[in-house]
């Protein structure tokens, strides 16, 4: 595979060129726990993770000078097992994970709001119409701080398409943020991976999630 660093610097510059303090989490799922070192050794700082058994194999072996993310779909029975290791949840999308979350966690959770605004019956998130609703009610868990709201586009090449919707996430991000609740200071966006972070980018992204196109994949054919 492809040494990390060079294509990190590629990345980070052109992600810097479109607007200063872009956050560039790393997805690491689909590799193993060197080449998420050589990730860290590379200066990245964000690592994130979509399943539990993958984040704590990293997490036990990576602590020093890395940010967990967690990004996939939380289980509430695999709350305790995680919660307090990772740093950023990106999914939290109903009330019974929010319950589970303020029951498990030994302090206070840095988490986005997942928002499904493409509406795909295949994917998880709270519906934009509702999203407000949602973070409103989440004030009685002092566990948790709406720091963001996060989504995933739908796989499409269409540039209007995927622009519509990260455009449509940042709307509502900023209409949270006007409220000034006090548990949803909700000032961070988390959208765009490997093939749309440029888009992403343009539209107002805070965090980027890029796996494939910085980190490769370990069962890719080299
Ligand atoms: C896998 C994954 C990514 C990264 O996807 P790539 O296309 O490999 O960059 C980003 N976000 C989430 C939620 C993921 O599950």
Same mark, same amino acid.
């Given at each position: 595979?492809?040494?990390?660093?060079?294509?990190?610097?590629?990345?980070?510059?052109?992600?810097?060129?479109?607007?200063?303090?872009?956050?560039?989490?790393?997805?690491?799922?689909? *590799?193993? &726990?060197?080449?998420? +070192? %050589?990730?860290?050794?590379? !200066? /990245?700082?964000?690592?994130?993770?979509?399943?539990?058994?993958?984040?704590?194999?990293?997490?036990?072996?990576?602590?020093?000078?890395?940010?967990?993310?967690?990004?996939?779909?939380?289980?509430?029975?695999?709350?305790?097992?995680?919660?307090?290791?990772?740093?950023?949840?990106?999914?939290?999308?109903?009330?019974?994970?929010?319950?589970?979350?303020?029951?498990?966690?030994?302090?206070?959770?840095?988490?986005? *709001?997942? &928002?499904?605004?493409? +509406? %795909?019956?295949?994917?998880? !998130? /709270?519906?934009?119409?509702?999203?407000?609703?949602?973070?409103?009610?989440?004030?009685?868990?002092?566990?948790?701080?709406?720091?963001?709201?996060?989504?995933?586009?739908?796989?499409?090449?269409?540039?209007?398409?995927?622009?519509?919707?990260?455009?449509?996430?940042?709307?509502?991000?900023?209409?949270?943020?006007?409220?000034?609740?006090?548990?949803?200071?909700?000032?961070?966006?988390?959208?765009?991976?490997?093939?749309?972070?440029?888009?992403?980018?343009?539209?107002?992204?805070?965090?980027?999630?890029?796996?494939?196109?910085?980190?490769?994949?370990?069962?890719?054919?080299?």
């Amino acid at each position: 595979m492809k040494p990390i660093k060079p294509v990190y610097e590629n990345i980070k510059n052109e992600l810097d060129s479109i607007r200063e303090g872009i956050n560039l989490i790393a997805v690491t799922k689909q *590799v193993g &726990v060197e080449r998420t +070192k %050589e990730a860290v050794e590379a !200066g /990245i700082e964000h690592l994130g993770e979509n399943r539990p058994e993958g984040l704590l194999k990293k997490f036990e072996a990576i602590q020093d000078g890395a940010k967990w993310h967690f990004i996939g779909n939380l289980q509430s029975r695999k709350v305790k097992d995680i919660i307090n290791h990772i740093d950023y949840l990106h999914s939290l999308d109903r009330l019974s994970l929010a319950k589970e979350i303020q029951k498990r966690a030994d302090r206070v959770i840095d988490c986005f *709001v997942q &928002v499904n605004v493409s +509406k %795909e019956e295949s994917k998880s !998130g /709270i519906l934009p119409e509702e999203t407000l609703d949602f973070i409103k009610t989440l004030e009685q868990y002092d566990k948790i701080n709406i720091i963001g709201l996060m989504t995933m586009a739908p796989n499409v090449e269409d540039e209007e398409v995927l622009r519509k919707v990260f455009q449509d996430l940042k709307a509502l991000q900023l209409d949270v943020a006007e409220r000034e609740w006090p548990h949803a200071p909700c000032t961070e966006t988390s959208m765009g991976m490997s093939n749309d972070y440029l888009i992403a980018a343009q539209e107002g992204a805070t965090f980027v999630r890029i796996g494939t196109a910085l980190i490769g994949s370990e069962s890719e054919a080299e």
